[in-house]
């Protein structure tokens, strides 16, 4: 999908620079999500690489049995016909037949590995989003990238948490639209955040946009997608009970009105 490939090429520069820390830094806590779900225990860097706890990534993947092998001093895993074992002792990390390299260690009760490392030999997809301040990985077979059903689900909440389906829906229609068009950043998070002509999207001033996103706005954002388009090629909106839209109403013809919200091409 050429929209996942720029997004990639975007990326790219910062993902040495954000996954990683200059060696003499000291420890950080970072967050870590997959496929758009927040893992439960914070991850950290140090010395240049993202530890994650093995448990929490992998049942945040869900589908994985995880336990501490007493025989062995190692932590495995096993995931219908995917084995996965990390060895404090060795650092090392072997999925089925294959072992590599990195540093493992078990601190109160968890065992941490490397998160890109672990995360590319599970077939993962790993990427740092400034806008977390953290990593995003996309499991294997995933039907969403994780940053943008992660970042999708939070605006279309935080804009329209309180409408209908149909108009939770037009607001994440708007945001892609916009990421299809010439004039707009070429990714969800960098239409979300631009701040080319100002803040476009109140929640990011007030923060908002960094709320959990309830359910049906999760729903909304897949929906959106996969395709589903209520406002056909609308790039803007507001709602007249809270904005009096002076610019876009001098400016874009209007299309049409879905709850609270009017919407303009």
């Known amino acids: 999908m050429k929209r996942r490939a720029c997004k990639r090429l975007l990326t790219a520069a910062v993902l040495c620079a954000a996954l990683t820390v200059p060696a003499k830094a000291a420890r950080r806590s970072v967050p870590v999500q997959i496929d758009g779900n927040p893992i439960a225990v914070s991850a950290y ?7 994650v706890p093995l448990r929490a990534l992998l049942n945040t993947m869900g589908a994985w049995d995880v336990w501490w092998d007493e025989a062995t001093g190692r932590a495995a895993a096993a995931s219908d016909d995917i084995h996965l074992w990390a060895d404090p002792a060795a650092d090392t990390v072997t999925v089925d037949e294959k072992t590599v390299r990195g540093r493992v260690t078990v601190e109160n009760g968890a065992t941490y590995v490397p998160l890109r490392l672990v995360g590319e030999a599970l077939g993962c997809q790993v990427e740092w989003d400034p806008y977390l301040g953290g990593a995003a990985v996309t499991s294997p077979g995933a039907a969403y990238d994780a940053g943008e059903l992660y970042w999708l ?3 279309i909440c935080a804009e329209s948490g309180a409408e209908s389906m149909s108009g939770q829906i037009a607001v994440g229609n708007v945001i892609l639209n916009r990421v299809r068009s010439s004039s707009f950043p070429n990714t969800v998070e960098g239409v979300i955040f631009d701040r080319k002509d100002a803040v476009q999207f109140e929640p990011v001033s007030n923060g908002r946009v960094y709320l959990p996103p309830a359910s049906q706005s999760v729903e909304a954002a897949k929906r959106a997608l996969d395709g589903e388009n209520v406002v056909g ?3 803007y909106f507001y709602a007249p009970a809270l904005s009096q839209g002076m610019w876009i109403n001098a400016n874009r013809p209007y299309q049409q009105t879905i709850g609270c919200h009017r919407f303009y091409r």
């Open 233 to 235: 090629s609308a790039l």
């Open 45 to 51: 860097v140090e010395r240049g690489v993202t530890y």
């Open 153 to 155: 689900s939070r605006i």
